[in-house]
């Protein structure tokens, strides 16, 4: 568990949340003001454009209320493919029009085909690592003090060293929702979910106010 854990929770986060492909929903479901059919035609509309087969990688929705999309790197070569793709939470669909969620499948697939985070490209380069440790204390030619520094360190250096980037990948996938869908609506879409997260942040900072007061 210790040297596969990222991936292990994710598969296991992935295998508890509530999620169904957009081919398996009701046809007659509806989320807001969009239903299966401008789902499945949104979904079409960016992978043509991105010259993507719907095939390899899958739109999964999830039953989570929040506003917030997400594409898991599982870091193990083509094992577990049936739960590769982008994962979009119910809440999304209440928050957005159908351009504007066309923009936020463009941004997911950049994560996993054009501008993968730092971390997940080369997490599996650290849990080698883990595993070769362990395997040294198995055979008491290392001890668990020591790998347990080197480790430490591994990821500090590897996150000190592409934490520049990740802002920067992330604008590179709003720009390719830009690109995808048009400006606009991309626009109109960051506004929105920016919109919601701060109105969760002022919810949860005056929530702990409360609770400090209450104290």
Not at 67 to 95: C, D, E, M, Q, W
Request: aromatic share 14%.
């Amino acid at each position: 568990f210790i040297c596969f854990g990222s991936t292990v929770l994710s598969l296991a986060f992935l295998a508890v949340t509530n999620k169904k492909r957009i081919e398996d929903i009701k046809d007659e479901a509806k989320f807001g003001q969009i239903t299966k059919d401008e789902l499945l035609r949104s979904r079409r509309n960016v992978f043509s454009k991105m010259k993507l087969d719907e095939r390899e990688y899958k739109v999964f929705i999830t039953a989570e209320k929040q506003v917030n999309a997400f594409a898991p790197v599982l870091s193990l070569g083509g094992l577990f493919s049936s739960a590769k793709g982008i994962y979009i939470n119910r809440g999304t669909l209440h928050a957005l029009t159908a351009s504007e969620l066309e923009t936020v499948m463009a941004h997911e697939l950049a994560h996993i085909i054009r501008y993968p985070l730092p971390h997940h490209k080369y997490s599996l380069w650290y849990q080698t690592f883990l595993f070769i440790s362990l395997l040294g204390i198995y055979t008491q030619t290392a001890n668990l003090f020591t790998c347990v520094i080197a480790a430490g360190l591994f990821n500090f250096v590897l996150d000190f060293v592409f934490s520049r980037y990740y802002k920067t990948i992330e604008y590179l996938c709003d720009d390719e929702g830009a690109i995808v869908v048009g400006p606009l609506s991309a626009l109109s879409a960051e506004y929105k979910i920016g919109k919601y997260s701060e109105i969760l942040g002022d919810i949860f900072h005056k929530a702990f106010l409360a609770k400090l007061d209450g104290v």
